[in-house]
Nanobody, 124 residues
Framework: QVQLVESGGGLVQAGGSLRLSCAASGRTFSSYLMGWFRQASGKEREFVASISWSSGNTYHADSVKGRFTISRDNAKNTVYLQMNSLKPEDTAVYYC?????????????????WGQGTQVTVSS
């Protein structure tokens, strides 16, 4: 079993920044890929970014590339999502996830565990 606890959401003006954190625990969490997804009101949940605990290799969705950065701190068992140049369309509930992807890929395509979600609201 893997437990994920997010923090760091809030209200920010367009152009501002936020950093989300996801603290992971459990016996085997380090064997999973870690990632962030988001779900805006009335829309499907979408992939944002993912990272490998071991290599630190990352992948970001085109919609956030150059603005968001996923990272991890192995000593703290924590994954971060630094969000810069935020836009109103980034408004969503952001979820941390642990799961797997295709062989030799760091794209998290099969989430197995989810955090509770944290709200990010970007005002115009």
């Amino acid at each position: 079993q893997v437990q994920l606890v997010e923090s760091g959401g809030g209200l920010v003006q367009a152009g501002g920044s936020l950093r989300l954190s996801c603290a992971a625990s459990g016996r085997t969490f380090s064997s999973y890929l870690m990632g962030w997804f988001r779900q805006a009101s009335g829309k499907e949940r979408e992939f944002v970014a993912s990272i490998s605990w071991s290599s630190g290799n990352t992948y970001h969705a085109d919609s956030v590339k150059g603005r968001f950065t996923i990272s991890r701190d192995n000593a703290k068992n924590t994954v971060y999502l630094q969000m810069n140049s935020l836009k109103p369309e980034d408004t969503a509930v952001y979820y941390c996830a642990a799961g797997t992807g295709r062989v030799f890929s760091v794209v998290l395509t099969s989430p197995a565990y989810w955090g509770q979600g944290t709200q990010v609201t970007v005002s115009s």
